[in-house]
């Protein structure tokens, strides 16, 4: 199953915002949130889940504090009374900065499955988006309005378009299912004939090989590591691929994998994205 229901995004809310989530929540929601910490607002924000229309019951909170260092504590209100709290010794964010936060709910917990900076010159349109899916599955949604596929059968292989091509701070954004036969699959950046960046999980020697062809031959391949396969058959993944001046960064699930230096230096020529393989496509954005 791909997408069983989603809600237009509140784009642009006034601060302090509160809005519906249609259905409540469930397994396997997820709840993107955009916007930009601002320098103005105090120490803090919070971000809050709640039960009913008064403040006296709030599923969970989740509040950055920019703090003794930074931290961020997450919490539980039930009739106005506020349970021990959790701190997270670790802040994501950065004041004046623009960032993503994704939120997933199953049945056991709430899980911040990626909080992403957005390198970006500082924005203040907020966008907040949520998405009825296969747990597992993460939905960025970009400041600026990307192209969307939100279709539950995707052709395979799955070509489209980048417009405006490639740049620093671009964000391409795929999620899926592996076959549970899966052998390989590839996501490819391309350039006209070239393929700028090939990101290729090949599950028949448990690798991710990264590479570039120019002129029909490929270069050199890129295999190593730092973190095991993050890929497995039968199971749902997210990329998301970051374009850079220097290369691109890849994370997978929200954790980061891998870098990747530019051998075509032509950014705006690289506009084309093709998927293929032994995957399922659930969600593309360009």
Not at 65 to 86: D, I, L, S
Not at 180 to 200: C, M
Not at 219 to 243: D, H, N, W, Y
């Amino acid at each position: 199953m791909a997408f069983s229901s989603s809600q237009p995004p509140y784009l642009s809310p006034v601060i302090p915002f509160s809005g519906k989530i249609q259905g409540g929540l469930q397994d396997g929601l997820k709840i993107t949130v955009n916007g930009t910490v601002l320098y103005c607002n105090g120490t803090r924000f919070a971000v809050n889940f709640h039960s009913g229309y008064s403040d006296n019951d709030i599923a969970f909170h989740f509040n950055p504090r920019f703090e003794e260092g930074g931290y961020v504590v997450c919490n539980t209100k039930q009739n106005g009374c506020w349970g021990p709290e959790e701190r997270k010794m670790h802040m994501p964010f950065q004041i004046g900065n623009p960032f993503e936060l994704c939120f997933l709910v199953d049945s056991w917990d709430f899980k911040s499955t990626g909080i992403w900076p957005v390198n970006s010159a500082p924005v203040t349109q907020t966008v907040i988006h949520t998405v009825q899916s296969t747990p597992g599955q993460l939905f960025p949604n970009p400041i600026t309005p990307p192209m969307v596929y939100p279709t539950t059968t995707y052709p395979m292989p799955f070509f489209t378009s980048i417009l405006g091509g490639l740049y620093p701070s671009k964000n391409i954004f795929v999620s899926g299912t592996i076959l549970p036969t899966a052998q390989r699959f590839h996501i490819n950046l391309r350039s006209g004939s070239d393929i700028a960046f090939h990101l290729n999980p090949r599950f028949d020697e448990n690798i991710v090989v990264r590479n570039t062809q120019i002129n029909s031959s490929w270069g050199s391949e890129e295999r190593s590591l730092s973190r095991k396969m993050p890929f497995a058959r039968g199971q749902s993944f997210s990329v998301l691929i970051t374009c850079e001046g220097y290369g691109f960064k890849v994370a997978v699930d929200g954790q980061h994998l891998l870098e990747y230096c530019h051998r075509l230096k032509n950014l705006p020529a690289i506009n084309n994205l093709e998927v293929g393989g032994d995957v399922q496509l659930t969600h593309v954005q360009t």
